[in-house]
């Protein structure tokens, strides 16, 4: 019986959810900051919404990270197994933050686009 079957369902909701989540809080802090700017009584607070923003896009790539990680190794393990007569070099990527130079790329790219399209958001609601 295959166990890993339900892991894999469960991780890829987890994995989407984490997505949504990132994307939702992007926009909340997109009108919160929009709020936060126009009264100077809450200005003070800015710096506290923006530490937990990037605490929690720092948490939700860890996650995202762990997720794709297993993964790998469940794809793996099946490979191993039908390979064990034969010794196989592992492959060696480069990383940064324990992502892999193309998923780095990616992460830039959508937070970038992220924070172009809420500055021009905002700048439409203005």
């Given at each position: 019986?295959?166990?890993?079957?339900?892991?894999?369902?469960?991780?890829?909701?987890?994995?989407?959810?984490l997505y949504a989540a990132i994307i939702a809080e992007t926009a909340l802090a997109a009108f919160v900051y929009k709020t936060i700017f126009r009264d100077p009584d809450l200005a003070r607070l800015s710096l506290f919404f923006g530490i937990f923003y990037f605490a929690f896009l720092a948490w939700s790539i860890f996650q995202l990270n762990k997720v794709h990680r297993n993964r790998k190794l469940a794809q793996a393990e099946?490979?191993?197994?039908?390979?064990?007569?034969?010794?196989?070099?592992?492959?060696?990527?480069?990383?940064?933050?324990?992502?892999?130079?193309?998923?780095?790329?990616?992460v830039v790219v959508v937070f970038a686009s992220a924070v172009a399209t809420f500055s021009w958001a905002l700048r439409l609601l203005r």
């Open positions: 019986m295959n166990t890993t079957r339900p892991k894999q369902k469960t991780s890829a909701s987890y994995e989407y959810f099946p490979a191993a197994a039908v390979q064990q007569d034969r010794p196989v070099a592992p492959r060696r990527s480069r990383s940064a933050l324990g992502l892999t130079v193309v998923q780095l790329v990616i």
